[in-house]
């Protein structure tokens, strides 16, 4: 079965440089979410998108952005790049229904180091 | 908001050893119950999950997890682990209603050594 596809899954940039991450959902998901995990730590939820709007926010910083597109698949936008935004970026999508209990798919996720 | 403890941070055993790896949680609302697991340098999976019905759920690679809604807990065990278990294990909760974004835990590396 299709799963969530993520690119580049490795990535330097220089600092103050920037980065875009691409994410293509499981065919048919109408939800995007994106995760950072730094080093050692928890995936830490970033932006969701539901039918193409932002659905939710969370710990995302003022340098980032992100959206989705018409054909569902996603893009986060990252400028102005700090060493501390060296982490793994994951994707994941699901199918959202109200009360059905949608199962979360992640990506491989995509690894950025910031130099 | 919810939040998710995992107070083993790390838990070391033996092969064919069985293994709880231990999860609360605290909402305010009624959450579904998930636990994945990343192995190293690779993705997230998931392992089982709790909508409603059971409170045991049985999921893959011979895991499973019980959902005590009193202790807010939901604990995940294995009768007998193999070395190819190691791996981060998370304990995710996310709310039943609107969009059911994942709140995790902080992990709990299982090594399980011959």
């Known amino acids: 079965a299709a799963g969530v596809i993520q690119s580049p899954r490795h990535l330097i940039k220089e600092k103050r440089e920037t980065a875009t991450l691409k994410c293509y959902p499981i065919?048919?998901?109408?939800?995007v979410y994106w995760y950072q995990q730094g080093p050692g730590q928890d995936p830490q939820f970033l932006i969701s998108f539901y039918e193409k709007m932002q659905s939710d926010k969370g710990s995302i910083p003022d340098r980032f952005s992100a959206q989705q597109f018409s054909d569902y698949h996603s893009e986060l936008n990252m400028s102005s790049l700090e060493l501390g935004d060296s982490a793994l970026y994951f994707c994941?999508?699901?199918?959202?229904?109200?009360?059905?209990?949608?199962?979360?798919?992640f990506g491989e996720g995509s690894w950025l180091t910031v130099v | 908001a919810q939040s998710v403890t995992q107070l083993d941070s790390q838990v070391p055993v033996f092969e064919e050893a069985p293994v709880e790896l231990r999860c609360n949680y605290s909402s305010s609302v009624s959450v579904y119950l998930f636990w994945y697991v990343q192995y190293p340098n690779q993705g997230l999976q998931l392992l089982l999950k709790?909508?409603?019905?059971?409170?045991l759920v049985k999921g893959i690679n011979g895991f499973e997890a019980e959902f005590n809604k009193s202790q807010t807990s939901f604990h995940l065990r294995k009768p007998s682990v193999h070395i190819s278990d190691t791996a981060e294990y998370f304990c995710a909760v996310s709310e039943i209603r609107g969009f059911q974004k994942l709140v995790f835990g902080t992990g709990t590396r299982l090594l399980v050594s011959p």
């Open positions: 994941a999508s699901s199918f959202t229904k109200a009360n059905s209990g949608n199962t979360i798919y």
């Open positions: 065919p048919r998901h109408d939800t």
């Open positions: 709790y909508l409603s019905g059971s409170t």
